[in-house]
């Protein structure tokens, strides 16, 4: 199986599509745990498809999905990238606040526009954070499938029923 295949990239050119010779611009997603705490950083990497002669950029912008900036769970970012002629990668660093909130994994995106000497062959990364946060133990304690009890010790050999005595090992016994 080869490694890496030829596949043409399109441009649009009118109303006809038409093969780019300008590189391609792809980012990668992310997953990570947030943390209970404290920030943690995503880093997306931004890759183009070859090195350039030209100068290359491309504006990039998060976006909500089921994670929010207005909620905390993140901190928005845009701008623009700028790749130096021979330059292939550049990465994208969008912070995640921690917390302790049990919740399910949430995922924001970092979206790519505006490419300048190049085209965008992925134009959206997917960050995901993902849950490290355990629910409380239920009131008063107890066991749940969230919360799983260690098994019971084994009886003891030997006990006591106040009707008939000691027992164990073949008893009951009176003393």
């Keep these: 199986m080869l490694q890496h295949s030829f596949r043409p990239h399109l441009e649009e050119l009118g109303s006809r599509l038409l093969p780019s010779a300008n590189p391609a611009i792809s980012i990668g997603d992310v997953a990570r ?4 705490s404290g920030q943690t950083a995503f880093v997306f990497t931004v890759s183009l498809s070859e090195a350039s002669s030209k100068e290359v950029s491309v504006k990039y912008a998060t976006a909500n999905a089921s994670a929010k900036a207005r909620d905390n769970d993140y ?20 912070l995640v606040n921690g917390d302790t909130n049990v919740e399910a994994d949430e995922t924001f995106f970092v979206n790519l526009t505006r490419p300048r000497n190049a085209s965008i062959a992925d134009a959206r990364g997917v960050g995901t954070i ?7 133990p239920p009131p008063g304690g107890g066991c749940s499938p969230d919360n799983p009890c260690d098994p019971l010790p ?3 050999d030997y006990g006591y029923l106040p009707d008939y005595g000691y027992f164990g090992n073949g008893g009951p016994y009176e003393y």
Excluded at 79 to 93: C, D, R, S, Y
């Design 75 to 94: 901190i928005g970012k845009s701008g623009t990238l700028k790749f130096a002629p021979g330059e292939t990668t550049k990465t994208i660093i969008v």
């Design 154 to 156: 084994p009886p003891d």
């Design 130 to 136: 993902l849950n490290d946060d355990a629910p409380p």
């Design 33 to 36: 745990v947030e943390g209970h």
